[in-house]
Structures are given as C-alpha cells and as structure tokens.
C-alpha cells in the first residue's frame, strides 16, 4: 500500500481534502471481496468514472464485517473505506440512519464538487439493507423495490440512471419471478451492458429475472 506523502497531501488540501480523505486514500480500510457476504450492494459505473461494490456480513441483524471495492478518485474511495468502519458493529436499523452528510462529516468535510461520491457510498448502503430486507422477508419486491435497485445502474454513454429518460418501460412481478422491461435495442452494446449490470444488481436475491429489450 502506498505510504502516506506530505508532499501530495499538500497539494490536496489546496483544494479541499482533508487529512482524514487523504489517509483513507492512501491507506483505505475493508479493501477486497468478501466471501459469503450476507448481501452486496453497486453503485455506480466505472464507465463513468466512480462506482463502488459493498459486501456486508450480517448476524442477528448486526452488520459484523463490511468490505468493499472501489473505481475512481481519491474521494469515493475514502468515502466507501469510511463508510464500511462507520457501519461495522451498528444494527440494520442504525445504519439505515446513516445518510451522505454523514460521511461528509466524518471524513472532516469533501469539497462540495466530490459530494457526489458520498451520496454514492450512501445509496449502495441503502440498496444493500433494502436487499436483506427482503432476504428477510421484511420487505416485498414491488416496483417501488425494483425502483431503488435500478437506480444504481448507470447508462455508460450519459452517467445517468436507467431510470432516467424513456430507457424504463415499467416491470411486472408474480410471485418470485420479476420482468424489467426497457426501451433499448436488444441485439445493442448497450443492452449488454444494461443486462450485465441489472443481473448484478439482483445479486443475492431469490428472484427469477428476466430483462425485455423493446426498441419503441
């Protein structure tokens, strides 16, 4: 791991890292996969310049381990590095508390341009409590579900949601098999990506998926 160098923290504070953004940058805690995770959470697209994967061990509703990998600048690494200290040993309805002004502060602040990235580390914790929920049989899958899980997949050609725009035609769910319907071309590079994204997304969960491609 890459030592800690005044030089370049120097240059950093000029324009609004903290130590503590730098630290965790340099030397990011809970780094790597996770095997047997409870549940894992994305969100994000490295097409687009950030994204990040959380692995959560969960026993007796208490988060035990977090890990997670990361795609992008020193910001959202620090932020998904904090955020996995911040929630390790919490119940699921704490971390659920947990919002993006949280990470913002116990980094010591983020320049206002790099929030984005913690409002990123605070929707892939959301996304992945939401899915041990209905792991759990807390929570159903409705649309409402299908909603907050998809608004982590990104287009590649905008950086936006697939929700964003005409790309969600809406989705149909009986029982455990739950149908996405998309306005994108089905032989398309971009419904490959959709697909492979949206299937990851899903991870975890005992659903039968199906992804419709209809070009309108």
């Given at each position: 791991m890459e030592r800690f160098d005044a030089r370049r923290w120097d240059e950093k504070k000029r324009i609004g890292y903290s130590r503590k953004v730098l630290q965790y940058f340099l030397h990011p805690k809970n780094v790597g996969e996770m095997e047997n995770p409870s549940v894992t959470?994305?969100?994000?697209?490295?097409?687009?310049?950030?994204?990040?994967?959380?692995?959560?061990?969960?026993?007796?509703?208490?988060?035990?381990?977090?890990?997670?990998?990361?795609?992008?600048?020193a910001a959202n690494i620090a932020t998904a590095s904090v955020l996995t200290e911040m929630i390790k040993g919490k119940t699921v309805e704490e971390a659920k508390k947990i919002k993006?002004?949280?990470?913002?502060?116990?980094?010591?602040?983020?320049?206002?341009?790099?929030?984005?990235?913690?409002?990123?580390?605070?929707?892939?914790?959301?996304?992945?409590l939401a899915k041990w929920?209905?792991?759990?049989?807390?929570?159903?899958?409705d649309e409402k579900f299908v909603k907050l899980i998809l608004a982590a997949v990104i287009d590649p050609l905008t950086g936006e949601s697939v929700l964003k725009g005409d790309k969600y035609r809406g989705c149909k769910i009986e029982g455990k098999k739950v149908k996405i319907m998309l306005n994108i071309p089905k032989d398309s590079l971009e419904a490959e990506a959709?697909?492979?994204?949206?299937?990851?997304?899903?991870?975890?969960?005992?659903?039968?998926?199906?992804i419709e491609f209809v070009e309108s």
């Open positions: 959470a994305k969100a994000g697209s490295p097409a687009c310049g950030d994204m990040i994967k959380l692995y959560l061990k969960i026993e007796n509703d208490r988060i035990t381990d977090a890990k997670f990998r990361s795609y992008g600048c993006f002004r949280d990470i913002v502060e116990e980094l010591g602040g983020l320049p206002q341009i790099k929030y984005h990235c913690a409002v990123l580390a605070a929707e892939g914790l959301k996304q992945a929920d209905v792991i759990q049989g807390r929570r159903k899958i959709f697909e492979e994204q949206i299937r990851e997304a899903f991870e975890g969960l005992d659903v039968d998926l199906e």
